[in-house]
């Protein structure tokens, strides 16, 4: 099968989008949004225990939610992008551990999960115009000494 030079180079922004919004989220960076999602998205973390909702609702929910963490390393990969000429859909596989840091100890929790995105091209380049998360696992806390692992 023969892919277009369109068809890579909206496939490259999608995947560069992908990645816009786990290194947002990750560094707290929450106005960097606005440059993943359509104005009017509509987000759903639902599965993942949040919210379902705008992208301010989103915002707001997730600087609130993220405080808990020290650490978060959102790495998406496999995306499975479908292209359809102004629209796209994609399913990429995200896997999360998130540290929360208690009295010294680290407590590090790994969300597994699937991303289910809308995606539409704008004036201003491809953005989400909805975001599903569908839960694949979420393991409990592991404590471990901050600066170390139990291995020594």
């Given at each position: 099968m023969t892919v277009s030079l369109e068809a890579l180079s909206d496939r490259l922004e999608i995947a560069d989008l992908l990645v816009a919004y786990?290194?947002?989220v990750d560094r707290g960076r929450w106005d960097a949004l606005d440059d993943v999602f359509t104005p009017d998205?509509?987000?759903?973390?639902?599965?993942m225990g949040g919210i379902r909702g705008?992208?301010?609702e989103i915002k707001e929910?997730?600087?609130t939610s993220m405080e808990a963490f020290?650490?978060?390393h959102h790495m998406v990969a496999s995306s499975r992008v479908a292209l359809d000429g102004d629209s796209a859909s994609a399913?990429?596989?995200c896997?999360?551990?998130l540290v929360r840091e208690v009295d010294g100890t680290e407590h590090v929790m790994t969300c597994a999960l699937w991303y289910h995105d809308t995606l539409v091209r704008t004036a201003h380049g491809w953005r989400m115009s909805s975001r599903v998360t569908e839960r694949v696992a979420i393991s409990e806390p592991v404590s471990t000494p901050r600066g170390g692992s139990d291995n020594a």
């Open positions: 786990a290194h947002a998205a509509i987000i759903d973390y639902r599965e705008t992208l301010p929910f997730l600087a020290v650490r978060s399913v990429t596989m896997h999360n551990p």
